[in-house]
């Protein structure tokens, strides 16, 4: 197929969970045999690192620059505007629109719309053209809440409600146009029938299982490890709770036990807030690998959020055992003893983490039970798979429209 493939943000280097789902994506549907432009508004600039990356599979990237969000347009937008915050600031880009109208006056197999909040530049377009579309929504923005708007100050709180209704006002409107509406959990999925009455099949996260096959944990180490990107406040959330409450009672019991704490755009005063030597803070990692085979457990304390966590799936494919929270397996269908350890409370966390360090032949099982589940079940063929089924049935049906004629 000839795919025409629109995002709110380049998908490399893979420093969030949303740009590791697109790059896989994109990479295995182009081994696939389909032909893909990928048409990007982008708050940073495209370097030739970035160009390097993606262009090999591609075969054009089209990257128009993002407003600052400092600009009296976007600040207007979102002040006064009927479409949401998010969508203001990635919208209203008469250029990026203009472009869009050029390309749909060739033949697309499929148009990929990805994110409702990067809809605004295209809705208008695919309407004058008809072009049949596909939304694929990473999470229902209106119900994310504390993890949309956290960094928003107290008084902001009558804001911030009225932009969530604006939200859901939004989405009415865009997962309306949308000719198939995709989600990425079934949690979703169920949701959007629910608020929408729009059938949403699930192209599930992935990760690239054979990229960790090799690695082996060092379930004696007596190491921790988390990541996150620290743009995104349920992974600000995930740290402070961490090191304020849960490994104080950890240490209280094992004072061996160390946390690596890894990912993009970590804050620099916390290496001040937190200066304790067990805990490493080591930034962006760009090949996890290595760090993992020192680690015995990934600790994911999340408490935000939505969708499927990428870090999860990658710490399972790589063998780590995982003691997390509910929120941080949302959208998988794995088992609390079997496939991970679980808890919601400080003081539960806290005793998992302790017995788990302790007892090595208990990780290596779930160790094994991770591995065999990320294998048959989220392996990013299996996503673009799913996703390649979604286009076969809407397709399909256009072109045996096109022969009867």
């Keep these: 197929m000839r795919i025409l493939w629109t995002l709110p943000y380049l998908p490399w280097p893979t420093t969030s969970g949303g740009k590791t789902r697109q790059y896989h994506l994109l990479r295995n549907l182009a081994a696939r045999g389909h032909r893909i432009t990928l048409l990007v508004l982008s708050k940073t600039p495209v370097t030739q690192e970035v160009r390097n990356a993606l262009e090999p599979f591609l075969e054009q990237l089209i990257v128009f620059p993002r407003r600052s969000l400092r600009s009296p347009r976007t600040l207007l937008a979102v002040l006064a505007s009927p479409q949401p915050m998010l969508a203001s600031i990635n919208g209203l880009d008469p250029q990026l629109s203009g472009y869009f109208d050029q390309l749909l006056s060739t033949h697309w197999d499929m148009v990929q719309v990805e994110h409702s909040y990067g809809f605004q530049p295209f809705e208008r377009v695919l309407r004058k053209h008809q072009q049949p579309f596909v939304l694929t929504e990473h999470n229902i923005e209106s119900a994310l809440g504390a993890a949309s708007y956290d960094r928003l100050p107290g008084w902001m709180k009558p804001f911030t409600l009225w932009d969530q209704w604006r939200y859901r006002r939004w989405e009415k409107r865009v997962f309306a146009q949308a000719t198939q509406l995709v989600a990425v959990t079934e949690a979703d999925a169920q949701q959007m029938k629910v608020l929408f009455n ?104 999340l408490r935000q959020g939505g969708g499927s966590k990428l870090k999860v799936l990658e710490a399972m494919a790589a063998g780590l055992p995982v003691v997390t929270t509910d929120q941080g397996v949302s959208g998988l269908a794995v088992t609390n003893g079997q496939h991970y350890l679980g808890s919601e409370t400080t003081e539960g966390l806290a005793r998992l983490l302790t017995d788990a360090v302790a007892d090595p032949e208990r990780l290596q099982d779930l160790s094994d039970n991770a591995r065999r589940y990320v294998r048959s079940h989220h392996d990013w063929a299996v996503a673009a798979a799913q996703l390649e089924a979604v286009y076969a049935r809407i397709v399909q049906p256009m072109e045996n429209k096109t022969l009867c004629a």
């Design 198 to 301: 729009r059938d949403a099949p699930v192209v599930v996260n992935g990760v690239d299982c054979q990229h960790y096959a090799s690695v082996k944990p060092d379930f004696s180490s007596q190491r921790l490890l988390f990541i996150g990107n620290y743009e995104y406040s349920p992974n600000l959330d995930a740290v402070q709770w961490a090191l304020d409450e849960v490994m104080p009672k950890v240490w209280a019991i094992n004072p061996q036990v160390r946390l690596a704490v890894c990912g993009f755009a970590l804050p620099a005063q916390w290496r001040e807030r937190w200066p304790d030597p067990r805990v490493e803070f080591q930034g962006f990692v760009p090949d996890l690998r290595a760090l993992q085979e020192q680690t015995a457990v990934f600790f994911a304390p």
